[in-house]
């Protein structure tokens, strides 16, 4: 069983900056495609970054281009998303996501691409 655990959520200023985490126990982390989503209060569940299995591929919502990164360690077995520039619009519940696959081109954008999901963790960007 494979098992997303997010961390690094909080309350920042608008402005400022943030970094999540994302440790992933269970099957080969190196084999899963890994993306971020977030969830505003009431709205639809937006995709905000993905990267393939190796690191060498990386997208991003258009929303969130240029003011974050994500990243990845596959020695450590997580996933990471740097958050800078945060403004208001930002905040919500961000959740990571994992999908097997070993294609180093092919960008997981939906929802439905992706089998496993942490909990989340909630983002507040306000003063």
């Known amino acids: 069983q494979v098992q997303l655990v997010e961390s690094g959520g909080g309350l920042v200023q608008p402005g400022g900056s943030l970094s999540l985490s994302c440790a992933v126990s269970?099957?080969?982390?190196?084999?899963?495609?890994m993306g971020w989503f977030r969830q505003p209060s009431g709205a639809d569940r937006e995709f905000v970054a993905g990267?393939?299995?190796?690191?060498?591929?990386?997208y991003y919502g258009d929303s969130v281009k240029g003011r974050f990164t994500i990243s990845r360690d596959n020695t450590k077995n997580t996933a990471y998303l740097q958050m800078n520039g945060l403004t208001p619009d930002d905040t919500a519940v961000y959740y990571c996501?994992?999908?097997?696959?070993?294609?180093?081109?092919?960008?997981?954008?939906?929802?439905?691409?992706?089998?496993?999901w942490g909990q989340g963790t909630q983002v507040t960007v306000s003063s």
């Open positions: 996501a994992a999908v097997g696959s070993y294609s180093g081109t092919y960008q997981y954008v939906k929802a439905d691409d992706y089998t496993f």
């Open positions: 269970g099957r080969a982390f190196g084999m899963y495609t």
């Open positions: 990267i393939s299995w190796n690191g060498r591929n990386t």
